[in-house]
Every structure is written in structure tokens, then in C-alpha cells.
């Protein structure tokens, strides 16, 4: 249904339109489950199934610099995000909001440490925290004077994680279960993301969030389910890591 909604939306943008020479690209550091290696990944099937609606080629690429796919979209190297916080900024004035979200997001935080009791960003203060290099949304809930490392991709990491050089990180929730196989992970922070056109392809913004409003229930979510149910069971658990409780 969700699909619906935001095809509906790119819909009335697209009529009369020539057709493009090539397939949009939309680029994001998500990694599996959103990107698999099968190109079943949930951003592997929603973007060419979103734009196919309206007759529109498209492409979901995963770039591991989340800064980096942004400018590379506002540039118009790229043709724009695939899932991003809904705060575009004003140092990306070429880029666009698609006004549906495509997918609530959470974030929560791993640690080795058993001794931690972790209730918000308050509590993280005192800590050595790990993220990724822009992930912003993560960034602006961070208290002044927390101290932060921030790494490239997953496995960066989480190897500051396991070297003892971070007392936490703080990652998205079904990437952390593909990668750690653990399940019921309770958010440090819950947000609804996005897709970001670039303005060479805002034709195809208005009528993409129309189609996704029509739909009412969200069949990303249920994609979304169904590949974090099977990629978790198949991730490789490291067996000293553990999902703190952030709620309590």
C-alpha cells in the first residue's frame, strides 16, 4: 500500500514526459538487509518497484559514505537518496523531500559492557560512543561534550566496539540484527526516513508521495519484515556482544 501511495505521487509529474536515457540512481550507506547480494534487499526491490509504477526506471545503489551519497545527489552526480532523515539542510539546496516516508527507522546501542544501564542520549554521556560518519539524525541527539569516534561503515564499527576503543555504538536497528542475530532490540531513537530527488528529478517527487498515501498499509514493512526474519537467522553472532535496553 505504501507503494501505491508514493507511485501516486510521481504519477502526475511523469505524464507527457519523454523517457529517460538511463535509470535513476538513488544511492544509500544502508547495508543488508536493505542491500543484499541477491538484489532482494528491501531498497533492492522498493525503489525500481516505486518508480516502475509510473513509468520510470530506477536504481537503488549502496554507497558506504553516507555523507558522501548526499553531495554526490545534490551535485546531480546522483539522482538522489533513498532513505534519509526528513531534514534536508541547507547546504544541499538541489535536493528535494519526497513528502512520504518510506520506512520508520530505529536506532539502538550495542556494547560489552554488562554493567551499563543506558536509559537516552543523557546516559551516553559520560561513555565513549561510536557511530557512523553522517548519520546525522544519530549526531543532533548526542549531548555537548560527548565524546564520539565515528567510523565508515559496520564493520569499522564494530571493531572499535570489539577493540575495546569505544564503550558503545550506536547503529540501526535490522542492520544490527543481520549483522548480530539479535532480536528485540528496544530504540535509542525512532525516525521516519525519507527519499531525497535531486531537482532534475523533482517531476517525480509530487506524484511518488501521492501513490504512497493511497496505499494505507505499508508493504515495506512488510518486505522489511520478511528479510530481517531471514538474513537475522543467517547473520554470524558474535557471541560477547549484547543490545543494551534503552527504554528502562
Not at 3 to 14: G, N, P, S, W, Y
Not at 70 to 85: F, H, L, T, W
Amino acid at each position: 500500500m505504501l507503494l501505491r501511495r508514493t507511485a501516486v505521487f510521481l504519477l502526475f509529474a511523469c505524464l507527457a514526459l519523454p523517457a529517460l536515457p538511463e535509470p535513476l540512481r538513488l544511492t544509500s550507506s544502508a547495508q543488508a538487509p536493505y542491500f543484499l547480494l541477491d538484489g532482494q534487499g528491501f531498497l533492492d526491490r522498493l525503489i525500481p518497484e516505486v518508480f516502475r509504477r509510473v513509468g520510470v526506471e530506477a536504481r537503488a545503489v549502496q554507497d558506504d559514505a553516507a555523507a558522501r551519497a548526499k553531495i554526490n545527489a545534490n551535485s546531480g552526480i546522483d539522482d538522489g537518496v533513498a532513505m534519509r532523515s526528513r531534514a534536508i539542510g541547507s547546504d544541499f539546496p538541489n535536493l528535494l523531500l519526497v513528502d512520504e516516508k518510506v520506512i520508520d527507522t530505529e536506532f539502538v546501542v550495542f556494547t560489552l559492557r554488562r554493567d551499563l544501564k543506558i536509559t537516552g542520549f543523557a546516559s551516553l554521556q559520560p561513555l565513549h560512543v561510536g557511530l557512523i560518519t553522517g548519520w546525522k539524525v544519530v549526531e543532533d541527539g548526542l549531548l555537548p561534550d560527548t565524546s564520539v569516534t565515528r567510523a565508515g561503515n559496520a564493520e569499522q564499527l564494530f571493531n572499535l566496539l570489539r577493540s575495546g576503543h569505544v564503550d558503545v555504538v550506536i547503529f540501526e536497528r535490522w542492520m544490527g540484527q543481520y549483522l548480530l542475530a539479535q532480536r528485540k532490540l528496544p530504540p535509542l531513537l525512532a525516525t521516519a526516513l525519507y527519499i531525497q530527488l535531486h531537482n532534475e528529478a523533482r517531476r517525480f517527487g509530487r506524484a511518488g508521495g501521492a501513490r504512497c498515501r493511497r496505499s494505507g498499509q505499508s508493504r515495506p514493512e512488510r518486505v522489511s519484515r520478511q528479510y530481517v526474519a531471514r538474513t537475522a537467522h543467517a547473520a554470524q553472532c558474535h557471541p560477547r556482544f549484547r543490545a543494551v535496553d534503552a527504554t528502562r
